[in-house]
Structure formats: C-alpha cells, structure tokens
Nanobody
Framework: QVQLVESGGGSVQNGGSLRVSCAFS??????????MGWFRQAPGKKREGVAA???????TYADSVKGRFTISKENVKTPLYLHMNNLKPEDSAMYYC???????????????????????????????WGQGTQVTVSS
C-alpha cells in the first residue's frame, strides 16, 4: 500500500508563492511504471487536475496554472513538489497528491490534468490519494 502525505499548504496574499510537498512510501511505486500528480478541489466544485509528472520526467499542466506552477520530483526517493507562483484567489482549494501505476492509469491521469477527461466520483481511476493540504489565497 502506498501512503501519500501532503504538507506545505497555507495562506498567502494575491500574487504570493507557496510550495506544497508530497512524501510517499516508494517501495511499491519503484517496481512499476508510475506517475504522480497534483489535484485540487474547492468547496462545491469538482476535483480537477493541476499538474502531473511521469517517472521519466514528462510533465503536464492544466491551462489555468501554466507558467505559474511547476511540478518537480528529482528521483524515486525524493518528495513530489508543486511550486506555485503568482497565486490568485481562484487557486484557493484543498490540494491533493495522487499516484497512478501502469501506463493506462497514467494516461488517464494526464488526460484529467489536460482537461480532456473528468475524474469519476469517486475518483477510482487514480490508484492512490493523499489526505490533502489547504491553500488559501486572499485578494
């Protein structure tokens, strides 16, 4: 079982920056093709993809965060990060770390982040989820 634990959320003003982190137990992921991503969900809204990265470093971003957010992960042992710059009030949400195993699940994860596919409710397409960390941007 893979455990994902997010940290680093908080409150910032419009235009500010934050970095959220996702620590995970990598044993299961290391032995398989996998990808990881960040999702967010604001009250009353559907969960949406923000950014994703494959184990070979290929990255995908939602149009709403391109040029402002950067997903990073140096190697299989380091945490997953989301660097968020020029934050806007509409970025306020609970941010979730997620991991998918296998090419098929990773393809779905990237499609959700690109906005060409919606997550199911519950989001069973993605194998593992963290508990979330809150990001609040004030105007």
């Amino acid at each position: 079982q893979v455990q994902l634990v997010e940290s680093g959320g908080g409150s910032v003003q419009n235009g500010g920056s934050l970095r959220v982190s996702c620590a995970f137990s990598e044993y299961t992921l290391r032995s398989q093709w996998y990808c990881m991503g960040w999702f967010r969900q604001a009250p009353g809204k559907k969960r949406e993809g923000v950014a994703a990265i494959d184990s070979d470093g290929i990255m995908t971003y939602a149009d709403s965060v391109k040029g402002r957010f950067t997903i990073s992960k140096e190697n299989v042992k380091t945490p997953l990060y989301l660097h968020m710059n020029n934050l806007k009030p509409e970025d306020s949400a609970m941010y979730y770390c997620a991991a998918a195993v296998g090419l098929s699940s990773c393809h779905i994860l990237h499609e959700v982040v690109r906005g060409v596919r919606d997550l199911g409710e519950p989001p069973l397409e993605i194998d593992y989820w963290g508990q979330g960390t809150q990001v609040t941007v004030s105007s």
